[in-house]
């Protein structure tokens, strides 16, 4: 857990805001099943139902149903996973539903991690930067085209149901894992993911009372549900914590992993807007492209005065680890010596500027805070693509 979500931990308990309706922590995900991927153990430091790695009771039933061990070993996060690429020692790599050539921060670090990696395949519902790497490409299966759960960020399980069939030859993501580790010796015979479920309810205490079934005679349900007959858990920590009372967690602040200087002034914040979702990789694919198509750089009046800057005119964001070409517009919306843009778009190449500074737990990248400084382009220093590029970034400006 990253410090600034211990900070909101320790003020939501100092001010009492916990275990009572409309109180308590609520992240607002990045993407849906955010919730529902960690529950089941997308990190590597837990199994399901964020069991530890060396419990003694979780082995011995996991042996008893499945006949196989449970690893023991932590595995890595994602920038542990690159530095492991580049030194030798991460050789394989199976990346599903994640443009990490795109997304990451410090793409060229990325880039680099993905090329030494001796097989990589690449699981997505399009062609995006990081199959652009990949020696194998399976297609994915969208949402309406599988059967499943989602989990929301108030702990609710929720049906998903396939609405169309998906096109001819692309399985879901829950067949192809099955298929592929059958493959590899580990059988996995599921004929619905209604079965893996009832699987995760044997295994996992707080989902015991989860099934297909109950799931589709209630509007979700939230988990904990600890047996085949409770109704959920709607507000947690009502009157004790799992270990009695709650415990207040010191934490000393750390500054950013850099800061403005002479060299680089600006600090850069990166983040979405209204009209493009996340990497772009599903709404840059549909008419909403005709209201926004490229990332645009959001400085304060006030520095673009200083700076001898015009509205449209695209400027080299300049960071320690690399460079992107953007059009600038003045904003109130952001401070003087800061800068917002998005990163919707790959041609803009924004995250090669930002930070591999994360926090030393989560690894959760400081995407809101790089050093970069901003200079005008000559246009001796353009080759025709480049200049191509700025042309049209004009145009969307000024249309």
Known sequence: MCRGVIALCNLALATGNIGKPGTGINPL????????????????????????????????????????????KRGMKTPDMWDAAIAGRLKGLWIIGYDVAQTDPNLKKVHEALKQVEFLVVQD????????????????????????????????????????????????????????????GYPMPYRHPSEIMDEIAMLTPMFAGVSYDRLDQHTGLQWPVPTAMHEG??????????????????????????????????????????????????????DILELVDTDVLEMHPADMERLQLRDGEVVRVVSARGEALLPVVGSERVMSGHLFTSFHFPASTVNSLLSSSADESSKCPEYKVSAVRVEPIERDELDPEDEAELRHMRRQLIT
């Not at 529950?39 to 008893?64: E, N, R, V």
């Not at 062609?127 to 994915?140: I, M, N």
């Not at 680089?264 to 209204?274: D, H, K, Q």
Request: with cysteine; net charge positive.
């Open 29 to 72: 995900r990045g993407q849906n099943n955010v919730q529902g991927a960690s529950d089941m153990g997308c990190l590597p430091t837990y199994f399901a139902g964020y069991q530890s790695l060396d419990d003694p009771k979780l082995a011995a039933l996991h042996q008893a149903i499945t006949g196989r061990p449970l690893p023991t």
């Open 125 to 184: 519902l399009f062609l995006c930067e990081t199959t652009k790497f990949a020696h194998l490409v399976l297609p994915g299966a969208s949402f309406l085209e599988k059967d499943g759960t989602f989990t929301n960020l108030e702990r609710r399980i929720q049906r998903i149901r396939k609405v169309v069939e998906p096109p001819h030859g692309i399985l879901p993501d829950w067949r192809v894992v099955c298929e592929v580790s059958t493959r590899m």
């Open 233 to 286: 858990t709607a507000l947690m920590h009502q009157e004790t914590f799992p270990k009695g009372k709650a415990h207040f967690v010191a934490i000393e602040y750390l500054p950013p992993g850099e800061a403005a200087s002479k060299e680089y002034p600006f600090v850069l914040t990166t983040g979405r807007i209204l009209q493009h979702y996340n990497c772009g990789a599903q709404t840059r694919r549909t």
